[in-house]
């Protein structure tokens, strides 16, 4: 079902995890041998990841407002969609509409390795590439297509912009998916706000819906 084919696509969510674990001050040589990593070597560094504190107690609802006191931000989520604590154990706040099978999410990484004065530049660390994606979506028998990558912003801080297309099998249908995510880091943790829908359900009013999102999105940390 279509229902079955949105909740596959939440498994996108942690695949930055993999550019964060070569997360350096190095040389550019040094920064691309770190990119190679497999995907056995990934899973084993996953596994030492903190786990996300998803507990709802650190949540406070107002209407579409969600702020997380744990993780200290606020973004305000499209109006009158469903609002939970999302299925994902990295995501800690979603928005569903049901009509155009479309989610919304804000995921938290802990990365406890990197050392606090590099905490807050992404760019120091390359996007992960098409193939590297596709590593990861080969663990759900899934392929990236129609992949970008861009430098972005979330509050002020650099990010990473990335989108692609994937099909998504559910019983004997296929679906065509868009996913577009943006992934900052900040103080040793990357947070990643992303919209999952059918590309046919992906117009003029999702993009102003997702632009509108992202620019809601700021950080309460006192520095």
């Not at 964060?20 to 770190?34: A, E, P, R, T």
């Not at 299925?87 to 990484?109: P, W, Y």
């Not at 990473?160 to 103080?187: N, R």
Request: with cysteine; net charge positive.
């Amino acid at each position: 079902s279509l229902t079955s084919a949105t909740q596959k696509t939440n498994t996108y969510y942690p695949l930055f995890e993999f550019v964060i674990n070569s997360f350096k001050v190095s040389n550019q040589k040094k920064q691309n041998d770190d990119m190679e990593l497999s995907v056995e070597e990934y899973l084993k560094y996953k596994e030492q990841v903190p786990e996300t504190d998803k507990n709802p107690k650190n949540n406070r609802w107002t209407n579409e407002l969600y702020r997380n006191v744990k993780y200290k931000f606020r973004v305000s989520f499209p109006k009158n969609w469903e609002y939970d604590g999302g299925a994902g154990n990295k995501i800690v706040a979603r928005a569903t509409n049901r009509e155009k099978a479309a989610t919304v999410a804000v995921s938290v990484t802990h990365l406890e390795h990197i050392k606090s004065k590099d905490s807050s530049n992404i760019f120091k660390t390359p996007p992960l590439t098409k193939d590297q994606m596709n590593k990861f979506l080969e663990l759900q028998n899934m392929k990236a297509e129609n992949y970008k990558s861009e430098k972005a912003y979330l509050n002020n801080f650099p990010a990473y912009m990335y989108e692609f297309t994937s099909e998504v099998k559910a019983g004997t249908d296929t679906y065509t998916y868009f996913s577009k995510q943006i992934q900052c880091l900040c103080q040793n943790k990357v947070y990643t706000l992303v919209i999952n829908l059918p590309l046919e359900n992906w117009d003029e009013e999702m993009i102003i819906l997702f632009d509108r999102f992202i620019k809601s999105f700021v950080f309460e940390i006192v520095f």
